[in-house]
């Protein structure tokens, strides 16, 4: 039986409202944790025996999903009602996460490690002293591996497009994170300015698609710290939005792993971006070189069924934000509902990005907009019982982690995981998590770009784990309070 977490649009917090789609969660690690549901023996036993399997069938070759599993423990001692890890414990297990995190090469991926443990630290009540063992303080880990991330250096269809979009995308962990633990003190001093050197690198992102996607998050995570004026004062979000203007004469346009409409290219950095604007609280940039919310609404309805599953979601949660969901969409029900259906069309096996994702996002809607009732049976049949088709080429096989990542993390998120722990007819009676576990390559190295979203999603769960309700810590606290005294976002 379907158990969302939330009873619709007004019932979310504030981390939902900001980074509420899947690819915050899964694709950068940020915003881990939402709505937190309480624990369970037997969720916590499915997190750590699906741990178990993939580290023994990629044989502890994958770093991230190491660590994801050492904070994802922590997360479970800590919110185990009947034995709660002791201080001394959370300490030992800290220091095995840290361990796991100094060992990922990648400067990028070390960054979102310290960071996960951070906001993990944060969200679980633990105090800010674990973060300094043997004299090393962890944020310092942090700000030492951003300064290792070089420009260019994602090896994807679009190099060349990014510049310093990792590093961008590394600062926002880094200031939702210190924002979470209340550090954001920190991050200007008269030795470093860290958020005019995260400004510096959104200028030097050249593609309006990853420019408006990555920057409107970083900035985001900036107003979360409180440091919106600073914002204002640089125009940032003014210049986005001219930047995005640009983007046909700046000839960047991404590749995807699926063919993608210019509509769709337009709409999501606009879309991030308009979140960003309500957590601004600069409606004038609403009507800035044009109306954005008829632009937003234009190119949703120019978009392809197949784009708007990934979209619709994006749109509702920024016409929410702005109070602006009653005026621009009277018959909201109606709406998400026809979005939904689409899923009668899409084979969630077809591809891993497009088709592979969609039914995820369509779930998520669902729930968000209070109309979880959608999701059937059939439709959770067929998302489940979808990966077996991707066995019919190595591109499909080797990318098979990313729609499954979000698979696990929606339905974890309805308390309907077990959908993926009993068996189904399509895997000949196998579960779908035991087959897709039994089809990594040796040691996982063909997927070994894509696992580590296995293992946010099964963190993400992990966190959600701790008593509902939980306050949100640190500045991230005060902004919600500050969100919800701000009437004219929530209605």
Known sequence: MVSPPVNGLDDLGMES??????????????????NPAGYSETAAHRIRTSFSALIDQTEGSNQQLLLASRIAELALRVSDPTNPAPSTEVRVLTRSAVAAADSISNPYFSVNGYCNIIDALAKLGQDPSHLVDNGVNLRYKALAAIDRIEPDRIDDENRGAHGDYEKVSAWSAIFFAF???GMGESLQTAERDCIGEALESLERVPSPFFRGRGGSTMITSIITLGH??????????????????????????????SPMSDSFVRAYPLLTTLISVSASGERDLLTLGQNRIQQASRLIEQMTG???????????????????????????????RRTFDEWLQIDPGSDYFLHGIAYAYLAQLAYFCGESHLITDDFLSRMTGAFHTMEDSPDARANRPYPFAYT??????LG?????????PAYGGDTAFDWFVARLSPRGQLEQPRLYMVGNALLNWALRLRPPHAPTPGTLGLFEQRWTDRSDHLH
Do not use: C
């Open 17 to 34: 409202r900001l980074l509420g789609t899947p690819w915050s969660r899964i694709v950068r690690g940020i915003g881990l944790g939402q």
């Open 408 to 413: 696990l993390n929606v339905l974890s998120e």
């Open 179 to 181: 924002a979470a633990m």
């Open 228 to 257: 919106g004026d600073r914002l204002k004062a640089a125009k940032t979000l003014p210049k986005l939005l001219n930047y995005l203007d640009g983007a046909a004469e700046l000839r960047f346009p991404p590749s995807f792993p």
């Open 416 to 424: 309907i995981d077990s959908t993926l722990y009993t068996p189904h």
């Open 306 to 336: 197949s784009e708007r599953t990934h979209m619709t979601l994006y749109y509702v949660l920024a016409l929410s934000n702005l109070g602006l969901l009653d005026s621009e969409i009277p018959d909201a029900a109606g709406f998400v």
